[in-house]
Structures are given as structure tokens and as C-alpha cells.
């Protein structure tokens, strides 16, 4: 079986964008669904808005962050929770539409909107399935990472008692960003599977681990080193809470709005670059 080289995967990747465009469509519209979200929750605290959820603020975490500048602390909190549900219930399926979207230009097959969407329809299930998995592995990585890093953190600490809460903070963002890379190598090819294999999510679950088994040095190039581009963004979201202290506390909107422009072009490049893969995977067969 021949070897599959990374840098013809990115340049495949990088090709596809570049000729065919309308495949980073499916990105732009979550990205412009997430920037409509967080607008939405940064006028949560002004009416009419703030009748229906300042109630829910006060409940989980006070009144005082129902006012100026205070709520700006949980805006990234809240925005995650926005997140996770309209990846659960679309940024998979649109994921998938971007694989089939890269599969049927390999065949050089015509891309028709209303087939691409049923084809999304039809996988639904597996999609949403995959969705509520991935972000509960990702919160189980958060909370170990958290006790992990934690626990290291205390020991160094006794070591170095002037270790500053700068140099923790950007510790913890390398140190998640590290063992997210590492779950991804396992889990990316999943959607591609499911797409281009037709296979259903526990099946495509299973094929994505052993091929990231299989491949794990080549595949944690392919997405680690485009995810370094998003690294600084969580260096900043990690500092977010100095940053507006020091500055204006709406720093986190556009720390965050940031993210999200960024993240459509990454995650867009990704995503092709595992479909790309898998498809020579197939080829090699």
C-alpha cells in the first residue's frame, strides 16, 4: 500500500479551496450563525432580552452579572454553550456537506445543492450522534486536562512559589490545545467515513480510531501543525479576562468574533485535507 504523503494532502486541500470556493460555504454559515449567536447574547442584559433571561443569569451565576462590565466575564461561557449546540445540531451536517462536496469533485461528479442536502438528511442521525459524542469527549479532556494540569501546577508551584498566574494560564491553554490535537487524530475522520464510506456512526467511529492508529504521526501533522494557526486566539481567550481588565472589557467579543473568523478558514482546510486523505486511503486500496 503506498505511503500518503501530508504536504500532497495539504496541496490537494489547499487546491480544492482555492478552484472551488463554495466549499468553505458550509464554514461561513456556521461562523455567521455562531457571530449572529454571540450578538444575541451580548444583549442579553438590555430589554427586551433581559425579561426572559435575567432570571436564568441570576440563577446560575448571580445578579451582579446581569450589569455592566461583569457580564462580559461570562460572555465566553455562555458563547460556548451556544457553541456546542449549533454544532451538535448543524456544524456536523454541514461538515458533511463539505466532504461530499470534496468527494464529488474527485469523481468529477456535478455538485446540485438540493442532493447535497439530502444527502446530509439522510446521515442525520449518525451526525448528530457524532456531534453529542465528540463534545462530550472534548468536555471529559476539559476536566481531566483541568485535574491533570492542576495537580502539576500545585507540585510546580511548590517548586516555584513566584510562578505567576500568566505563565499558568498560558501553560493550560498549550497544555489543552495539546490533548485536543491528540483526541482529533482519532476522531477526524470520522464525518469522512460516514460520507464517503457510507457508513454508519458507531462503524465510522471505529473505522476513524484504528486509522488514526494506524497513521497517528501522519495525521497529527495534518491537523496539528493548520491548528497552530488558531493557537494564538486561545493564548487570548486564556488571557481574555487581564486583557479586558487592563483595556475594555468588550476585548472578549472581539477575541472571540476573531476566533470565529479564523476557525471557518481552519477547520474548512482541515476538514478537506482529512477528506482529501481518507479518499487516497481509497485510491490505495
Request: glycine share 6%.
Amino acid at each position: 500500500m503506498k505511503k500518503i504523503s501530508v504536504k500532497q494532502v495539504w496541496l490537494d486541500a489547499f487546491e480544492v479551496i482555492t478552484r472551488h470556493p463554495i466549499v468553505l460555504l458550509p464554514f461561513f454559515i456556521v461562523a455567521f450563525l455562531e457571530l449572529l449567536a454571540l450578538e444575541f447574547i451580548v444583549f442579553i442584559p438590555r430589554k427586551p432580552l433581559s425579561l426572559l433571561f435575567e432570571p436564568i443569569i441570576k440563577k446560575f451565576f448571580g445578579e451582579m452579572f446581569m450589569h455592566y462590565p461583569f457580564f462580559m466575564e461570562k460572555v465566553p461561557k455562555i458563547f460556548y454553550a451556544a457553541q456546542i449546540l449549533l454544532y451538535v445540531v448543524l456544524g456536523v451536517a454541514l461538515s458533511g456537506i463539505a466532504v461530499n462536496i470534496v468527494r464529488n469533485l474527485k469523481a468529477k461528479l456535478p455538485l446540485k445543492t438540493n442532493a447535497l442536502i439530502g444527502n446530509a438528511l439522510r446521515k442525520y442521525i449518525s451526525f448528530i450522534i457524532y456531534g453529542v459524542i465528540i463534545v462530550t469527549l472534548v468536555h471529559l479532556v476539559r476536566r481531566a486536562d483541568t485535574w491533570a494540569f492542576g495537580l502539576l501546577m500545585r507540585k510546580a508551584v511548590q517548586a516555584l512559589p513566584g510562578l505567576r498566574t500568566e505563565i499558568v494560564s498560558l501553560a493550560f491553554a498549550l497544555f489543552f490545545f495539546i490533548t485536543n490535537v491528540v483526541l482529533q487524530i482519532f476522531f477526524i475522520l470520522t464525518v469522512p467515513v460516514i460520507v464517503i464510506r457510507n457508513k454508519f456512526v458507531v462503524k465510522a467511529l471505529w473505522e476513524s480510531i484504528v486509522l488514526g492508529l494506524k497513521n497517528f504521526f501522519g495525521i497529527g501533522v495534518m491537523i496539528g501543525v493548520p491548528y497552530l494557526l488558531y493557537l494564538p486566539v486561545s493564548v487570548l481567550k486564556a488571557y481574555s479576562s487581564q486583557l479586558g481588565a487592563k483595556t475594555l472589557p468588550e476585548i472578549t467579543i472581539f477575541i472571540i468574533a476573531g476566533g470565529v473568523v479564523l476557525a471557518a478558514f481552519v477547520d474548512c482546510f482541515i476538514t478537506v485535507s482529512a477528506a482529501r486523505f481518507l479518499l487516497e486511503k481509497e485510491g490505495a486500496r
